[in-house]
Nanobody, 127 residues
Framework: QVRLVESGGGPVQAGGSLRLSCVGSGYSFRSYCMGWFRRTPGKEREGIATIDSYGTIAYGDSVKGRFTISRDNTEYTLKLQMNNLSTEDTGTYSC?????????????????????WGQGTQVTVSS
């Protein structure tokens, strides 16, 4: 079955960096759009970044210029490099796989377009 497992979260001071990883299994990793989302208390799930099968990337406005998404199809791994973190980046970060196998991120940051989710990894940024 499809499985997504994130790692790399943890505590970090403001201005610091973290790199998240997500390993997919049980499907053809290269064939699907992948995305990173985060949840913070009191807020709706927020789309952070997506990358489709062709390497097309989109970022949420709050992370542009600070976060970098990448994928290694040979290692079935999705990554998120997060730099210049702020306390507002604190939250649970989850990777997700798009529902359809067309390869494009047709739904943008709409969570409804992602059918499979990892369990999440907590990122806590302190001032």
């Amino acid at each position: 079955q499809v499985r997504l497992v994130e790692s790399g979260g943890g505590p970090v001071q403001a201005g610091g960096s973290l790199r998240l990883s997500c390993v997919g299994s049980g499907y053809s990793f290269r064939s699907y759009c992948m995305g990173w989302f985060r949840r913070t208390p009191g807020k709706e799930r927020e789309g952070i970044a997506t990358i489709d099968s062709y390497g097309t990337i989109a970022y949420g406005d709050s992370v542009k210029g600070r976060f970098t998404i990448s994928r290694d199809n040979t290692e079935y791994t999705l990554k998120l490099q997060m730099n210049n973190l702020s306390t507002e980046d604190t939250g649970t970060y989850s990777c997700a796989r798009a529902t359809g196998s067309g390869g494009t991120c047709y739904s943008g940051f709409n969570p409804e377009g992602f059918h499979y989710w990892g369990q999440g990894t907590q990122v806590t940024v302190s001032s």
